[in-house]
């Protein structure tokens, strides 16, 4: 089996079809040097707890079953079509690399950024090492969303210094960190409280910081007796209500959360073409919405609010892009939803007229599991848990002989090469694939230059470093 990604859905899904399907060979194609998807370049620095599952990847690639293939890009090194030959499944598990736009005016501006840009900016993701945020332009920072990762950016934001100068942040986002004037940070969302997304866990985290006070919100979102509210809305509502061990009065740093606000320009000042402010249109819950209600619909007023910002992050979600080629396999990217159309279990199917609709049917050979499969969203052990649900049809499939790639009944219509088969038209174009253990060699380095610094490790910002590390 070809996996296509090596973030915690291509691992997960991996290490069930290795277990549950004898002597099956798992080839895991990665685009850079290095592995684990957004566990490397997209938890928090100072969440390393949540980094534990590579412990776990770890012993799935050690197994003699199992070959790295880094520094591929499937779809530009090499063709979906020319690996079908080799293998008899590809699973396609290669994440959601786009995020959404807010398609308002003024959001090109300098001091606009995506959370994925500014998230993988101080994760060390390669792409974004350029990216120079403009930290120490003024004192306001605006992050439009309300989830999980909305609440990582204010936190790393208004962060001390010394708590995160042991993580494995990089050395360039700690520098500009230092030199950064961020005071106030507004967290942003369309409808209310009750409707956020963020968990309690994070937002106790950022009450507690010692230094960075909370603005209070307005009671009036939660009813009298907040033990009615469902278990999750409860708690979350008792931290908000209670507010942070920080008083505004003793510290400047400060964050707030704002609701029932829709962006809707972003400025810039009188002379130049940086960001001054950011607008928003006031919402009001659509008329007999039931405010209380996770999915209650809000609807626009005519009100427009201004919040100053030198900088804005919109955190409204990552997208899924389609893979060059993969039409070629009979495989329509769902553009809309961003994802591959799949059945419930996570065989890629034919275009479909929707829930019920028969005519849809499983393309051989082909699954897909995580953020491709269901949408980019939830946590590593909710994609552990869709990719057990992937790993556990394809061995079903395998074991009841249906069948797979290159095969018109039964399995073993492959070439068998796998990776073999394939090797020779990667290399060809200069392309220098990795294998388990130069990544080990990778990570050395990293740990290494880390050690020198008094932190976990030092990630190199470069796909050129990474390689270079190889032959020093
Ligand atoms: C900013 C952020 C913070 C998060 N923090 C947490 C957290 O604290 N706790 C938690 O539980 N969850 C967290 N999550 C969620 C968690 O990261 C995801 O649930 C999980 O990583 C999704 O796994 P995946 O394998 O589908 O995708 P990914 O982790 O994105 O992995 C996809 C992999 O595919 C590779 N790839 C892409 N295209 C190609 C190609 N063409 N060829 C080869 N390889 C390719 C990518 O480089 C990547 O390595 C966070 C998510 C984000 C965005």
């Given at each position: ?8 859905a ?7 079809v ?71 499944a ?6 959601a690399?786009?995020?959404r ?23 060390g ?17 605006v ?25 494995d942040?990089t ?5 500009s ?6 005071e106030?940070?507004?967290?942003v969302?369309?409808?209310g409280?009750?409707q ?5 866990k ?13 603005r ?7 009813p ?18 209670k507010?942070s061990k ?6 400047e ?10 962006p809707?320009?972003?400025n ?39 919040i ?34 799949n ?12 829930p ?11 699954y ?13 052990a ?8 992937s ?37 060809a174009?200069?392309i ?12 050395a ?28």
């Amino acid at each position: 089996m070809a996996v296509i990604g090596s973030g915690p859905a291509g691992f997960y899904t991996a290490y069930r079809v290795m277990s549950k399907v004898q002597d099956a060979i798992v080839d895991m194609y990665e685009q850079l040097p290095v592995p684990y998807g957004l566990v490397r370049f997209g938890v928090a620095p100072d969440h390393p707890e949540v980094k534990n599952c590579e412990e776990k990847f770890e012993e799935v690639a050690e197994s003699p079953r199992f070959n790295y293939v880094g520094n591929v890009k499937v779809g530009q090194d090499v063709a979906v079509k020319d690996m079908k030959p080799h293998y008899d499944a590809i699973l396609f598990s290669y994440g959601a690399s786009e995020d959404r736009r807010l398609h308002i005016p003024g959001e090109d501006l300098r001091g606009v950024f995506s959370a994925r840009e500014f998230v993988g900016w101080y994760n060390g993701l390669p792409q974004f090492q350029g990216l120079d945020p403009n930290l120490a332009d003024g004192d306001q920072a605006v992050v439009i969303g309300q989830g999980n990762v909305a609440i990582d950016v204010a936190r790393i934001l208004l962060s001390p210094f010394n708590a995160l100068r042991h993580t494995d942040i990089t050395e360039q986002a700690l520098e500009s960190l230092s030199r950064s004037r961020i005071e106030s940070v507004k967290v942003v969302g369309r409808r209310g409280p009750l409707q956020a997304a963020f968990t309690a866990k994070e937002a106790r985290e950022l009450m507690n910081m010692p230094g960075v006070a909370f603005r209070a919100i307005d009671s009036g979102f939660y009813p009298l007796d907040i033990k009615k509210l469902p278990r999750i809305q409860r708690r979350i509502g008792e931290i908000l209500l209670k507010g942070s061990k920080a008083s505004l009065s003793d510290t400047e740093k400060s964050w707030a959360l704002e609701f029932l606000l829709a962006p809707n320009a972003m400025n810039a000042g009188s002379d130049s073409n940086n960001l001054a402010s950011v607008d928003f249109t006031r919402q009001e819950f659509s008329p007999g919405a039931d405010n209380l209600a996770k999915n209650a619909s809000v609807s626009a007023t005519s009100e427009t609010v201004t919040i100053p910002a030198t900088l804005a992050f919109r955190s409204v979600g990552y997208k899924a892009a389609e893979i060059p080629g993969l039409a070629e396999l009979g495989v329509h990217f769902d553009h809309k939803l961003g994802i591959i159309p799949n059945d419930p279990y996570g065989r890629i199917i034919t275009p479909s007229a929707g829930p019920g609709d028969l005519a849809a049917s499983h393309i051989p050979g082909l699954y897909c599991a995580g953020w491709v499969k269901r949408g980019p969203t939830g946590v590593i052990a909710s994609t552990m848990d869709d990719a057990f649900t992937s790993g556990d049809v394809i061995a079903t499939d395998w074991h009841s002989g249906v069948p797979f790639l290159n095969t018109e009944h039964g399995n073993n219509g492959s070439t068998g090469m796998g990776w073999d088969g394939v090797k020779d038209l990667v290399t060809a174009q200069g392309i220098r694939p990795l294998e388990w253990k130069d990544w080990k060699r990778i990570d050395a380095a990293e740990r290494a230059r880390g050690r020198n610094l008094g932190k976990e490790r030092e990630k190199f910002g470069s796909v050129k470093e990474m390689l270079e590390s190889l032959d020093s």
